[in-house]
């Protein structure tokens, strides 16, 4: 699976957008971009994933550049139950057992 | 609907003794993993299953056993616990290939060894 570089933190004010990038500029052709969250002591949450169009669902958007080298995960109204981790994990959509590698992360703080 | 369900979510033990922690799903997914997870790092895959009868190692899987003899449960064996094994071990089921991928997380099991 390709590697993703994502910014260790960022902050946030309550009811802005949030944009969190990731880099994955080694991604193959056949390789999806997930996002998952991990709310402090919790397990991870599945955000969203997409191949090479933009995606929405009622979480979030998930904008990937043309060259598919990076990414943006857009939290449209940042509440304070967003502040969690935030993995940007890049993988074949059809993985051997749905393995995923999680790398750092970016850890997100939501400010009132 | 219970999802992924992790016992026990606390334990604590001694070094060279041994346990088992367990990890059940009720959706009828085929691939069940554990993970663990080190304070201020991500989570690294321990073993997995794609199905009844079948296992599989990950990133590191020394120290630890797995079996999967039914579709709902997935233990996890340690044979002899370390203090290098104290951490947070996460399992998590998901479809089988085909599907969107997206797997899901119990609520993690808090493992200490003295």
């Known amino acids: 699976d390709a590697k993703t570089t994502q910014p260790p933190s960022m902050d946030c004010a309550e009811g802005r957008a949030a944009n969190l990038p990731c880099n994955h500029s080694?991604?193959?052709?056949?390789?999806?971009v997930y996002w998952y969250r991990q709310i402090h002591s919790q397990g991870p949450q599945y955000i969203i994933h997409?191949?090479?169009n933009n995606e929405t669902n009622e979480m979030a958007s998930l904008i990937i550049t043309e060259d598919r080298k990076s990414s943006t995960l857009i939290l449209p109204h940042a509440t304070l139950r967003d502040t969690a981790v935030y993995y940007c994990i890049v993988r074949v959509f059809k993985a051997a057992g749905n393995k995923l590698t999680f790398g750092g992360g970016t850890r997100v703080l939501v400010k009132p | 609907n219970a999802g992924v369900t992790q016992t026990p979510k606390f334990q604590v033990l001694k070094t060279g003794q041994s346990m088992t922690l367990q990890c059940a799903q009720d959706?009828?997914?085929?691939?069940m993993s554990w993970y663990r997870q080190d304070p201020g790092m991500g989570l690294r895959l321990i073993h997995y299953?794609?199905?009844?009868?079948?296992?599989d190692q990950g990133e590191v899987p020394n120290g630890y056993n797995v079996s999967r003899s039914t579709t709902e449960d997935f233990p996890l064996r340690l044979l002899s616990a370390a203090p290098s094994q104290t951490s947070v071990y996460f399992c998590a089921s998901s479809p089988g290939q085909g599907s969107k991928g997206a797997q899901h997380f119990g609520d993690g099991t808090r493992l200490s060894i003295l």
């Open positions: 080694t991604i193959s052709g056949n390789e999806y």
């Open positions: 959706m009828n997914h085929e691939y």
């Open positions: 299953s794609v199905g009844a009868g079948i296992t």
């Open positions: 997409g191949l090479k």
